[in-house]
């Protein structure tokens, strides 16, 4: 029986949700990227949160590959020119991933000491995360729902396939 990539169904291939964790799904990559929010550039100084050395090279690498860090040559007086990693555009864009994180974590898995982690404006005032419309106007919550997008349905239409993902039959003749 031959195994299907998960990856090529409709339901993932299409879907903004599983590209993004095609890229931030594993646990050391969302890590180092708040490594990276926090100001580590290093190699050395990735090394803290206790990834092994040849998964942190491997993991900025792939970072660097999914244009999320990006390397940069630097070298310090009587030194030779290391690497450093900086976030890109792509990478900045990942902190609502990581405040939408942080804070499920602070509410369904909170530590007695407190928030490890604050998002703040300007290094001073907490900021969250919140819905808002077209208009700009908050919107609760409890009443935004995820559908599927136009890709979505486009890539079923040109399968031949109905919106739950049966194929669809000819009328016999």
Not at 74 to 81: I, L, T, V
């Amino acid at each position: 029986m031959e195994l299907m990539d998960a990856m090529s169904l409709p339901a993932n291939r299409h879907c903004p949700i599983a590209r993004t964790l095609a890229v931030l799904g594993q646990k050391w990559n969302l890590l180092l990227l708040r490594e990276a929010f926090l100001g580590r550039t290093r190699f050395e100084e990735f090394q803290r949160i206790g990834i092994p050395n040849a998964t942190l090279g491997q993991r900025l690498s792939d970072l660097v590959c999914a244009g999320l860090l990006e390397r940069v040559t630097y070298q310090e007086e009587g030194e030779r020119s290391r690497e450093e990693y900086v976030l890109t555009d792509a990478g900045r864009d990942v902190l609502p991933i990581l405040a939408a994180l942080s804070a499920w974590g602070d509410r369904h898995r909170p530590q007695e000491t407190g928030q490890g982690v604050v998002c703040t404006a300007d290094g001073e005032r907490p900021v969250r995360l919140e819905f808002r419309g077209p208009d700009g106007e908050p919107v609760d919550q409890d009443a935004v729902t995820i559908i599927r997008g136009p890709a979505y349905h486009a890539a079923l239409a040109a399968a031949g396939r109905s919106p739950d993902g049966d194929r669809r039959r000819e009328p016999s003749q």
